[in-house]
């Protein structure tokens, strides 16, 4: 139904990864389905969305559906129908707030076209395998209910980025979680590991020997776990985790690829970067050795 969320629903796949396509004309169909993917695409398993309404060019619900019978049956092609339906009260209420006109009543009353659309849509809605009724929807339900449904394996998954970085050389600006491992003890202060980094052995078991790091490290992989989910349920594209010690090379570097390596283990998959590893050590940069 016109109103009843169809372009919150396509953003929405879209989001999640697939290709969607808007009031495609039946016409093209065969045209769309046996053009060549984009440049770069491995295979033609990307899931597709038609969004087919009323405005439609050539629309004509029983021809819709015995297309995708077809399609179905002779092709073996997978398809599911969709459809979102809306109570005629609350459609007219969203085309009061919004004062447009409805497709099919364009110089009549909203409640004309929309007895009128649901009259001509019912052999698709009969057809549907599926029905979304949002009268009671706002516009972030229905997205995650779309998303709760549709996302499938590998789709709709945030871009996850751990870094490591130096807060001698600024925050990073696009970091959505920080955490500060300055309170770990610093190899900086060890002449034999200050040239290394955390990437090496050495550096690693002089930080992972530190009476705080076992805990507090494991707090936050147990904190992350549990967010990452729901920043994907929220329908968060991008998640940058970053893990600041004084100069970006010691501490933070090993902490990240440590968690990084841990998100790994629970089904995530991170991409690692290290912002200030590069850097050359500077004792001015470094936190004053406590006295012991």
């Known amino acids: 139904m016109s109103g009843a969320g169809k372009s919150t629903a396509l953003r929405t796949l879209e989001d999640l990864g697939w290709e969607t396509v808007d009031n495609l004309p039946l016409l093209l169909l065969d045209r769309l389905l046996a053009t060549a993917l984009p440049e770069g695409m491995d295979g033609d398993d990307r899931p597709l969305a038609i969004g087919i309404g009323s405005k439609t060019r050539g629309f004509d619900a029983a021809r819709i559906v015995s297309r995708i019978k077809t399609l179905r049956d002779d092709h073996g092609l997978d398809i599911g129908v969709l459809f979102l339906d809306c109570a005629a009260s609350e459609l007219e209420r969203r085309y009061s707030e919004t004062r447009r006109r409805h497709p099919l009543a364009m110089d009549r009353p909203a409640s004309d076209g929309i007895a009128r659309e649901r009259d001509v849509l019912m052999p698709l809605r009969d057809w549907a395998n599926r029905v979304i009724d949002t009268t009671a ?120 690829t440590r968690i990084a390596a841990r998100l790994q283990q629970e089904g995530f998959s991170p991409t690692v970067t290290h912002r200030d590893l590069g850097t050359a050590p500077q004792d001015s940069l470094e936190d004053v050795p406590k006295p012991r």
């Open 137 to 256: 929807l706002t516009a972030n339900e229905l997205t995650q209910q779309i998303r709760a449904t549709f996302s499938g394996a590998g789709l709709g998954e945030p871009v996850l980025s751990v870094m490591s970085f130096g807060f001698a050389r600024g925050l990073p600006r696009n970091a959505d979680l920080v955490f500060d491992m300055r309170y770990l003890r610093n190899p900086h202060w060890v002449p034999k590991l200050r040239p290394g980094t955390g990437l090496d052995p050495a550096v690693a078991e002089y930080i992972a020997g530190d009476p705080a790091y076992a805990e507090s490290v494991a707090a936050i992989e147990g904190l992350l776990a549990l967010l990452l989910p729901r920043y994907r349920a929220e329908g968060k594209s991008y998640v940058t985790v970053a893990i600041g010690c004084t100069g970006g090379r010691h501490r933070s570097v090993h902490v990240a």
